[in-house]
Nanobody, 115 residues
Framework: QLQLVESGGGLVQPGGFLRLSCTAS????????TDWYRQAPGKQRELVAR???????DYSDSVKGRFAISRDNAKNTVYLQMNSLKPEDTAVYYC?????????WGQGTQVTVSS
């Protein structure tokens, strides 16, 4: 069964940066699309960034130009570099991979942007 482990969250001041990591336990990692979602208190989970197995990326309008998603297939890891962080970026961030109809989620990592 696929397992996803996120890390890298924390408390940062507005304008600061963090890098999140998502490591997957699968031999077909390089073939899979990986998504980063976030969920703020009282809000629905929203898609933030996506990277396909071939490396094509996509971003929500709210993070475009500030966040960058990348992958290292040798390490089975996807990264989310978050720059120019704003208080409204505060949320639990989750990575997601789908294999056929099955959706796999990590445990989430908290990101808090506050002065």
């Amino acid at each position: 069964q696929l397992q996803l482990v996120e890390s890298g969250g924390g408390l940062v001041q507005p304008g600061g940066f963090l890098r999140l990591s998502c490591t997957a336990s699968t031999s077909i990692f390089s073939l899979l699309t990986t998504d980063w979602y976030r969920q703020a208190p009282g809000k629905q989970r929203e898609l933030v960034a996506r990277i396909a197995g071939g490396g094509t990326t996509d971003y929500s309008d709210s993070v475009k130009g500030r966040f960058a998603i990348s992958r290292d297939n040798a390490k089975n890891t996807v990264y989310l570099q978050m720059n120019s962080l704003k208080p409204e970026d505060t949320a639990v961030y989750y990575c997601n991979m789908n294999i056929g109809p099955v959706h796999y989620w990590g445990q989430g990592t908290q990101v808090t942007v506050s002065s």
